[in-house]
């Protein structure tokens, strides 16, 4: 049995020069839980060239989805932002990664902090029926230079808004927060200050930093992650990981190249 599925790319969008999301067929064999990330890529010179992506796609959905950088050098990226429909991308079989709801102590608020394609797990994450069960406000922030690189996760939030399912849960339970540092936007600055000065807090009109009842996850970029990781644990936030859960799970967002 071969270490990967063969799926086909079923649609592809792209967002910015950066930035492309794609859809693919997923085989019923492929298990995976929200949040979770796998070997993806494709078959170069007859050897496969593969990279840790995110499923931005929920695992109740029936077509799986990623979002991706693209870099003009990077070996995987610069074929994938070719790809087209009926194309085939490989899919490891096996998928993994922190940021899954059972790596967390149980809690009310859940933040969901990213950078960049960081945001994809957080993609499926806010199409879980179970993340709406476990916690009673979920607040999904996404950090970009550039105004034009939230896209994505505007269009995703929308779509679910106006779902007939996911409608209700995000209306009751959803705060997105897009914030852009490059440019003029209606909020600005990046994720750690906007923490720091409880900003954030403010402008969602929502309670402060409490360890009691907040759980965090975090993905993006790494000297962000790191700044986030020291801030929380000087305020005693521990980080969780498959045999302990914490306040806290980490994830870098993966392609670099
Ligand atoms: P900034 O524009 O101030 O560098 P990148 O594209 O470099 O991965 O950055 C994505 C977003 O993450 C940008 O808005 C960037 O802000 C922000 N960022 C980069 N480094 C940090 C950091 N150490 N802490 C918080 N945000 C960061």
Known sequence: MSAFYREKVL??????????????????GFRFLNGQFAMIGLEVDGRPLLRAYS???????????FFSIKVSDGPLTSRLQKIREGDTILVGRKATGTLITDNLIPGKRLLLLSTGTGLAPFASLIKDPDVYERFEQIVLVHGCRQVNELAFGEQLVQ???????????????????????????????RITDLIASEQLFNDLGQTPLDKATDRIMMCGSPAMLEELRQMFEQRGFLEGNHTEPGHFVIEKAFVER
């Open 11 to 28: 649609s592809v969008r792209h967002w910015t020069d950066t930035l492309f999301s794609f859809k693919a067929t997923r085989d019923s």
């Open 159 to 189: 779509k679910l808004r106006d779902d007939e399912l996911f409608g209700p849960l995000l209306s009751e339970k959803l705060s997105y927060y897009p914030t852009v540092t490059r440019e003029p936007f209606r909020n600005r600055g």
């Open 55 to 65: 499923m931005a796609s929920a695992n109740h959905e029936e077509e799986l989805e």
